[in-house]
């Protein structure tokens, strides 16, 4: 992991209520002058997590799904994060947010909230755990993808990547927002789009394949400073492809992601 040293140890900072600037380590894979849509989903998540606390919502419901459509450019600017309730509830909730740079919205994401209920007794299924991280040497994505935010993370393989096909371990030392404590899900969400990038079908010198969406569905909420990504990449014959994800904890899996792909030769290919 590298980072300037006269750069914050942090994604975002705080500008008012719903403003924030991106640092240095927001920077973007396919254009530098970009935002990585992966701290952005966890910048997201954090301002959903203080809009809940701002309106008294019923802490005991838990972020089950959030999904993110993205809606155009991500410029390594200031944006503004506004979050609503748009369906409250005792049991079920349901809350939007809307991200937008230069006063244009350019995500907006839904995230439902369920009721915590215990159901230990009947928790089954899923993937078995993945080789803890402590026990894997780290890889220089950096070799393959340029900007901020890949050269802020630590990531550890649990088997070489092989294109379509990864099994790889994500975390970061950076705050999501300069002075402000996040949850354990928004730091976790913030690596999850990541996943794009570990398991190449193709050189992204050679072919672009940005997703137009992000989402997760989480069947236990994630603890500790990893996100683990056991990760397919799927190209279609007509220009669309598929990154699907299931996700881990040091735990064991806690859900699954899915990202849709624009797929297309670079330009003078």
């Known amino acids: 992991m590298s980072s300037s040293a006269q750069a914050p140890d942090s994604y975002f900072e705080r500008i008012d209520e719903h403003r924030f600037k991106p640092t240095v380590h927001a920077g973007g894979a396919w ?10 989903g966890g910048l997201v998540a ?29 410029a390594l600017d200031e944006c503004e994060v506004r979050v609503e309730t748009v369906r ?10 809307v991200v937008s740079i230069a006063d244009r ?36 994505m950096a070799a393959l993808w340029p900007g901020g935010y890949i050269a802020s993370i630590d990531v550890r393989p649990v088997t070489p990547p092989e294109p379509g096909r990864a099994t790889t371990w994500i975390s970061s030392a950076l705050d999501l927002v300069a002075g402000e404590a996040s949850g354990p899900l928004a ?7 990541t996943a794009n990038g570990i398991a190449v079908r193709q050189p992204p010198t050679e072919w672009i394949f940005p997703n137009v969406d992000l989402t997760v569905h989480l069947h236990r909420q994630p603890t500790g400073r990893w996100t683990g990504l056991d990760t397919s990449v799927t190209f279609g014959p007509a220009g669309q492809g598929l990154t699907s994800t299931v996700l881990h904890d040091v735990d064991g899996p806690v859900g699954h992601a899915q990202q849709l792909l624009t797929v297309r030769p670079r330009p003078g290919r």
């Open 105 to 140: 919205p350019v995500v907006r994401a839904r995230a439902w909230l369920l009721a915590e209920v215990d159901t230990r007794a009947v928790a089954g299924g899923g993937a078995e755990r993945l080789t803890p991280p402590d026990a894997l040497a780290p890889w220089d």
């Open 88 to 97: 409250p509830g005792r049991t079920i909730e349901l809350v939007e947010a």
């Open 187 to 193: 730091r976790y969400l913030a690596l999850v789009d």
């Open 46 to 74: 954090h301002a959903v997590d203080r809009h809940r606390v701002t309106v008294g919502a019923d802490g005991g419901l838990l972020l089950s799904r959030i999904s993110y459509d993205i809606l155009g450019r991500l």
């Open 31 to 40: 254009d530098t002058d970009e935002m990585h849509f992966s701290p952005l």
